[in-house]
């Protein structure tokens, strides 16, 4: 059951930082950080993760993802790196939810892992990287020419 991740869709916290999020991302041309991106990240997370029998908890994964690029908010607006001011409202955000502190430690420690994870690893966070930069179908992106992410991290084909 997914109870923590229902509680973080209906958390006042993470509405208002979610519709900041689509405020400021209103005429961005490059790929957006929406609630598409944040399913698609936690499902591609669960696929790679049965398909190599690595361990994870779906409630984990899925409140991670929904939270990981909550902090891209304060990037754009003071700069700050995402994964770290991220982690700090996911923190207040799962406080507010009720969730447990080991939980929330799990939860924290793949948000923070989340810019410099290394992919093709066994570990939860490892997938959970690897999930992130996989999410984007490059091929279909309409601003290709101005992506500054280098063309061999392009995904340009469908993998899990």
Request: hydrophobic share 40%; aromatic share 4%; glycine share 8%.
């Given at each position: 059951m997914l109870e923590t991740a229902n509680k973080i869709l209906e958390?006042?916290?993470?509405?208002?930082?979610?519709?900041?999020?689509?405020?400021?991302?209103?005429?961005?041309?490059?790929?957006?950080?929406g609630l598409e991106h944040l399913l698609a990240v936690?499902?591609?997370?669960?696929?790679?993760?049965?398909?190599?029998?690595?361990?994870?908890?779906a409630d984990?994964?899925?409140?991670?993802?929904?939270?990981?690029?909550?902090?891209?908010v304060e990037e754009y607006t003071l700069g700050l790196p995402h994964e770290k001011s991220g982690a700090e409202t996911?923190?207040?955000?799962?406080?507010?939810?009720?969730?447990?502190?080991?939980?929330?430690?799990?939860?924290i420690g793949m948000i923070l892992s989340h810019r410099s994870g290394r992919e093709c690893s066994d570990t939860l966070e490892a997938v959970f990287y690897e999930a992130d930069k996989k999410s984007r179908m490059c091929s279909f992106c309409k601003a290709q020419d101005e992506c500054n992410w280098p063309y061999e991290k392009r995904n340009y084909n469908i993998e899990v």
């Open positions: 958390n006042a916290t993470f509405r208002q930082k979610l519709d900041e999020l689509e405020v400021l991302e209103k005429e961005r041309i490059f790929c957006g950080h936690a499902r591609m997370t669960m696929l790679i993760c049965m398909e190599r029998g690595i361990s994870a908890e984990i994964v899925y409140s991670a993802a929904l939270l990981h690029d909550i902090g891209r996911a923190r207040q955000i799962l406080s507010e939810t009720g969730c447990g502190r080991e939980k929330t430690e799990k939860i």
